[in-house]
């Protein structure tokens, strides 16, 4: 008798502890814009994180996805078909164009409006920064042109100086509690990217 109560104490406490580590997550879900990308990823690994989203809204936040650019009605309609007609195309157009407006309005619905003007405020650092590097590698990339290996150098010299320089404007732009969310997420996230190519 103690040792069936033992044992249901035991795998009781196991459960709760993988309950607890379970808690939902909200990974690369894209609260980002980018010029010509209404809907991007993460600019930085651990950036959601940033937001300090409560687990409920993380789980509103999943299922308003699921509801709107996941769906499968969506994905059905959105396979290339070399066979559609311009009317046919037309119709998966306005399908993609309204499920993203649905989820912007879920997501804005979702959010706190501290959470909404954060990602706001991070938009147009990343923006700028963005720009700036732009502008600063634009002659060396024009002065290369038709040299592919120097080209793809200095562009993988752009995007780690704005992946730097964005890391850099965010420390003045988070708050100390969000800097730490972002920091460990950012961490875990390159960790396990590190064990996905091993």
Known sequence: ??????????????????AVEK??????FPFWSAPKRE??????PGLNAALLLSPEQIEQLHAARRETIDN???RVATRKDPNLSEAQREVNRKLVSDAQANLRIKVSNI??????????????????VSKGVSEEFQPKLTASKGDDQ??????????ERVSSDFRS???????PNQKAA???AAADEQAAAKNVKK
């Not at 501290?114 to 650092?125: C, F, G, K, S």
């Not at 120097?150 to 995007?159: A, I, L, N, S, V």
């Not at 404007?169 to 708050?175: E, M, R, T």
């Open 72 to 74: 499968e009605t969506l």
């Open 39 to 44: 809907f991007s990823d993460q600019f930085v």
């Open 182 to 184: 972002f920091d460990l």
């Open 111 to 128: 959010l706190t409006a501290d959470q909404r003007t954060l990602i706001e405020q991070i938009n147009a650092v990343h923006q700028e």
């Open 23 to 28: 808690k939902p997550a909200i990974g690369s």
């Open 1 to 18: 008798m103690v040792r069936a109560l033992a044992l249901t104490v035991v795998f009781a406490l196991a459960a709760s502890a993988l």
């Open 150 to 159: 120097t080209q793809e150098k200095f562009r993988q010299e752009m995007r």
């Open 169 to 175: 404007k965010l420390d003045g732009l988070l708050s």
